[in-house]
């Protein structure tokens, strides 16, 4: 390994620890509700290594039933990692130099990991070592804690009580808030994209709010930026 290898592997594990921190305790929630609905450490880890999308994992075992609603649980895993080709499509320039590696820098893929990725891209190139380095510390952190939580579910029969299931939301809104450039940029991006989310979700049921929220957002970032920023967008295309 070169210096500068060493160099973005310490750099994303200095960025990527408090995300590692926060998902501790929502992994452990996750195993905890899975033995709730009688899956086994092993089937867990299968779950959290094929799956490796908490949101979507947490919505699967709570609508666990035997037999599993297979067609139902597909299709609102669907909705909610819908955002996944947004963020898919947000890091593909920035990516395309991984070569072959981008296949797997997708499957790795998670809102955090993206994040820390495009924050990375804003002030140098993204690496496949600081991407990587940040992805499989969250994806190993993620099996060992969803497993664990499998293993001492009976102590953590009420996480809301000390907000371990606030952890993961909390942290993403501080990742979030990394972008911010002034109340006129990010702004009415965000206002767009949580009362888009907010009215979506008292409507419709289901995760359609994740995507509509992305959208709005989307449209907002478009209508506000610069009228240079669109002009060169406009010409690029």
């Known amino acids: 390994m070169t210096e500068q290898q060493r160099s973005e592997v310490r750099a994303a594990l200095v960025a990527v620890f408090p995300t590692v921190a926060a998902c501790i305790p929502f992994a452990l929630i996750l195993g905890q509700q899975a033995t709730a609905k009688g899956l086994s450490p092993l089937e867990m880890l299968a779950m959290s290594s094929i799956v490796f999308a908490g949101s979507a994992q947490l919505l699967a075992v709570g609508l666990w039933t035997m037999p599993a609603p297979v067609p139902a649980l597909a299709l609102m895993a669907l909705l909610i990692n819908l955002r996944h080709t947004l963020m898919g499509a947000s890091l593909q320039a920035k990516v395309a130099h991984f070569g072959r590696w981008r296949f797997v820098a997708a499957y790795v893929l998670t ?37 664990t939580g499998t293993l001492i579910g009976a102590w953590l029969t009420h996480p809301e009580t000390w907000g371990l299931d606030f952890a993961f939301p909390a942290i993403f809104i501080a990742l979030a808030l990394g972008f911010w450039k002034g109340a006129r ?6 206002a767009a994209s949580a009362l888009t989310a907010v009215m979506v979700h008292t409507a419709l049921p289901g995760a359609w709010y994740v995507i509509a929220g992305a959208l709005a957002g989307i449209a907002a970032a478009v209508l506000t930026a610069p009228r240079s920023t669109t002009a060169s967008l406009g010409a690029a295309s």
């Open 111 to 147: 809102d955090e990991s993206w994040a820390l990725s495009e924050r990375r891209a804003l002030g140098a190139p993204l690496t496949r070592t600081f991407y990587f380095t940040v992805a499989l510390s969250l994806f190993v952190c993620w099996q060992i804690a969803s497993v």
């Open 185 to 190: 940029r990010t702004g009415p991006v965000l």
